[in-house]
């Protein structure tokens, strides 16, 4: 099977589609669209993503978009080391957890987002992070609460390893950072975001260990 993940170092959805690759141990070619530049607003991206959105996987030719059907596509298509639980009370407490990441805080703090946000705001600069830092900290109080209910093992929020949860919050504790979030509040997703990240295969999945994160 040929798979190409279209995506960006540091875009939080691209981050995803990466992680679940990797902990499934699926080869994949790698082809950054670099989202500063303007690359996914391309007529030769838009033809295969009319969102002009990061990511997109290929598979076999076929066009996926959207990371949350890429990464349960991921999950059916190679279902050893399953990142969703057992029980379908536990999957969905799973399912909400990333949710509330994936609908609730990431969509209001996206490139285009922010761009429009900024320009009703004058250009001031600050406004975007203002915003952005808002959205984080709002659903960090609730996931925080999810966090501690869960009933995870070794470190992990809702499993004895990592399930779709992990997925969707380490690219979000990414963007916490990036934003300058202050984290001391949410200490069971700091915990749980470090543990995650120490897993090889997640380490690899990281913004910084991409060949296209600017060399300064
Ligand atoms: N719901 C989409 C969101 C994708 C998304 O927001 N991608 C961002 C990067 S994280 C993007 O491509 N932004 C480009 C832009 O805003 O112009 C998904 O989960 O795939």
Request: aromatic share 10%.
């Amino acid at each position: 099977m040929k798979l190409v993940l279209h995506g960006y170092f540091r875009s939080g959805a691209a981050y995803r589609a990466r992680l679940a690759l990797n902990w499934k141990g699926v080869a994949y070619e790698y082809a950054p669209v670099n989202l500063v530049k303007g690359e996914q607003h391309s007529a030769i991206y838009r033809a295969c993503n009319p969102q002009g959105l990061v990511p997109t996987l290929e598979v076999n030719g076929a066009i996926l978009t959207q990371s949350v059907a890429i990464v349960e596509w991921i999950e059916e298509t190679f279902p050893d080391r399953p990142l969703l639980p057992s029980t379908s009370l536990e999957r969905a407490k799973v399912r909400a957890f990333a949710a509330a990441i994936g609908c609730d805080i990431h969509p209001l703090q996206n490139l285009r987002v922010l761009k429009e946000v900024r320009a009703l705001t004058e250009d001031n600069p600050e406004s975007g992070f203002n915003w952005a830092r808002h959205w984080i900290k709002t659903g960090f109080e609730a996931l925080e609460q999810l966090a501690e209910s869960g009933s995870g093992q070794n470190g992990f929020l809702f499993s004895g390893g990592p399930t779709l949860a992990e997925i969707y919050l380490l690219p979000q504790m990414f963007n916490a950072r990036r934003f300058g979030v202050d984290l001391t509040p949410y200490p069971r997703l700091v915990d749980a975001d470090e543990v995650a990240r120490a897993l090889p295969e997640f380490a690899r999945a990281a913004p910084e260990n991409q060949p296209d994160l600017p060399q300064r």
